[in-house]
């Protein structure tokens, strides 16, 4: 998912998003016990994780700026 696709998101939305990432990475590096056979979603699943806590943390910057 892009970054632009995030900021629309509701911030339960992206804590939703964050859960369900951290679980694909989880079940990822279950399989990479029993050789993985698509071993780029490891970075691509960190990225989006990346993205989702970069998000998060512009919004909670935000909030606190207009307070």
Sequence with gaps: ?????LRGLSKQELEDK????NKQLMDLQ???RSNV????????????IARILTV???NKG???GKE
């Design 62 to 64: 935000a909030r606190s």
């Design 56 to 58: 998060m943390n512009e």
């Design 1 to 5: 998912m892009k970054i632009k696709d």
């Design 30 to 32: 279950f399989k990479r």
């Design 37 to 48: 056979e698509k071993p780029h979603l490891f970075k691509k699943v960190k990225k989006g």
């Design 18 to 21: 964050l859960e369900g990432s």
